[in-house]
């Protein structure tokens, strides 16, 4: 009977934090996962397991869910030494979204970028794992050889006028990301912080990201 109390108040704690929480992630840039990330693939989900818990427990969702991947050496990005010989691969993630779970879609392409724990890898929606197709050219160009460049740089992505340098950065190894993040975000989609000849990052200006400022209405930092 104990146990039983138990696990129903586990049960109902869960539900709980479903009601009041979902996942929060910080405004990253795309470079920024990239560098953080154990390891970054273009590849395409061929399998999804959904893992539930002990069927006495009666939770209604899966904890986790495994994806089964398979991609070209070629489209190795970061990680390639992580990833052996084998062209398939299963990457886990939580089997909910309040818990940052991703969701992929069978048979498509993806970008996964995500970290590696005891011989396992993870994902999570707080990484970036776009739809490759969704990609601007920029973009592809930089999970291919552009991020990997500015990885001993930093993207500080600053809201409003006012931007709260963090003491932990230097100045030097940090290109400042203004205004707003949206899904059209200058920065986001043709940017590119790289180390100039003195090891001092900036963004390096190219006539995708020059014109979209414009448009918008901003200016390189």
């Not at 979902?22 to 970054?40: E, I, L, R």
């Not at 899966?62 to 299963?90: A, E, H, M």
């Amino acid at each position: 009977m104990r146990q039983y109390n138990f696990l129903l108040f586990l049960v109902l704690t869960v539900l709980c934090v479903r009601s009041a929480h979902s996942c929060m992630c910080d405004f990253t840039h795309p470079q920024n996962n990239f560098c953080s990330a154990d390891f970054v693939i273009k590849a395409t989900i061929v399998k999804e397991e959904l893992k539930f818990g002990d069927e006495s427990m009666g939770i209604p969702f899966p904890l986790q869910k495994n994806y089964t991947v398979q991609f070209k050496k070629r489209d190795i990005f970061k990680g390639s030494s992580l990833l052996g010989s084998s062209d398939t691969l299963v990457i886990k993630t939580s089997g909910t979204p309040w818990n940052c779970g991703e969701t992929f879609t069978l048979n498509k392409e993806y970008v996964i970028s995500g970290f590696v724990s005891d011989g396992e890898f993870f994902t999570n929606n707080c990484q970036w794992n776009p739809e490759y197709l969704t990609l601007e050219p920029h973009q592809r160009r930089g999970i291919r050889y552009m991020y990997e460049q500015g990885c001993n740089c930093t993207i500080h992505h600053c809201r409003g006028e006012n931007c709260d340098f963090p003491q932990s950065l230097n100045p030097d190894q940090t290109c400042i990301w203004p205004g707003s993040y949206n899904t059209n975000d200058c920065y986001a989609k043709y940017g590119f912080c790289l180390p100039d000849i003195f090891g001092v990052c900036y963004w390096k200006q190219n006539r995708m990201l020059g014109g979209c400022l414009q448009r918008e209405g901003g200016v390189l930092p």
